[in-house]
């Protein structure tokens, strides 16, 4: 185990390479362990002494925080930060930041991707001719895109450059963003409320961050507004969505698909009915990833810890420490 005065634990790096993090961190003069687990004292062992915490999904809560004295900064590998207890970061004085715009194009692309994915059927029209079927049986009714109207829940930089790519596929595109001013609303899109957002859109895409602990934000009332035969993308956070709900609207066939790449528990259980759905398209948490986001997740954490170590703050600022 490293120790050292300037000392980084990466706790959870998964699938992406830590590297580029480890290089620039140690060229910062720090000390580095890559802990590979998400387990509560596990980090709180190795991390006991370390001045920052370089997470991927583990969860910094109260709890772990205590058991950290010396921690300065919790710098995730990602836009979301709600796997980080924000307020009691902000209570014990520790600066967090997040990494908003390394993957902007990849997830932006892979809604998109899915979107168009269930309106056009495909993955239903490969499922049905790789089981031996073929022509106009196959297909349920299916729409032309540029009739249909696209909803876009949250329009940050992921939403933004999806309502961007997707509008001119669309009729017309809707949003809903309590957090952005009218002053600084994107063009070509509707500004509504949630619920009139739901009540007239076809397709809706989800890019709003979660809240630890908060019900689904689409609970069975609000998947219930959307018309019949809408289709949901969620390339967010799982916990975004009532599934149970969505799972028994698909069954109605009051909607007509989902394309999910977030889920409220991941990996899903072998028999959780999401898997097994037939209208369901799932992929598994892999929207950000491409060849470049591998390199600038890991390395955009490891600058904003630099960053605070040698001009006080991080870039990308989500909680400010002391």
Not at 28 to 47: F, K, Q, T
Not at 194 to 199: K, M, N, Q
Not at 268 to 287: E, Q, Y
Request: proline residues 7%.
């Amino acid at each position: 185990m490293a120790t050292a005065r300037n000392l980084a634990v990466i706790t959870d790096p998964d699938e992406i390479d830590p590297s580029p993090a480890v290089s620039a961190l140690e060229e910062a003069g720090y000390a580095v362990e890559v802990l590979g687990s998400r387990e509560p004292s596990l980090i709180a062992a190795a991390a006991a002494e370390a001045t920052a915490l370089v997470v991927g999904y583990a969860r910094v809560d109260s709890g772990l925080l205590d058991h950290l004295p010396r921690l300065r900064i919790v710098a995730t590998m990602s836009v979301g930060v709600d796997t980080v207890d924000l307020r009691a970061a902000e209570e014990r004085g520790v600066w967090v930041s997040n990494v908003p715009d390394a993957a902007t194009e990849e997830v932006a692309v892979h809604a998109l991707a899915l979107a168009l994915g269930l309106v056009r059927r495909i993955t239903f029209l490969d499922r049905h001719v790789r089981s031996g079927g073929w022509g106009v049986d196959a297909a349920e009714t299916m729409r032309r895109p540029s009739r249909l109207s696209l909803g876009v829940v949250g329009l940050g930089r992921i939403g933004r450059r999806f309502a961007a790519l997707a509008g001119p596929a669309f009729g017309d595109v809707r949003g809903y963003d309590p957090f952005v001013a009218p002053s600084a609303w994107p063009a070509g899109v509707m500004a509504c409320d949630l619920d009139e957002l739901l009540a007239r859109s076809d397709v809706v895409s989800l890019h709003l961050p979660g809240e630890a602990g908060a019900p689904p934000l689409l609970h069975r009332g609000r998947l219930s507004l959307l018309p019949e035969g809408a289709a949901l993308v969620n390339v967010s956070r799982g916990s975004l969505v009532d599934t149970e709900a969505l799972v028994s609207l698909l069954d109605a066939g009051r909607l007509s698909g989902a394309g999910l790449d977030v889920l409220p528990v991941e990996p899903p259980a072998a028999d959780d009915p999401l898997r097994r759905h037939p209208r369901i398209v799932l992929t598994p948490h892999l929207a950000y990833l491409s060849e470049e986001s591998a390199i600038d997740y890991p390395l955009k954490a490891a600058e904003n810890v630099v960053a605070w170590s040698t001009g006080g703050e991080p870039r990308d600022v989500v909680v400010r420490g002391r």
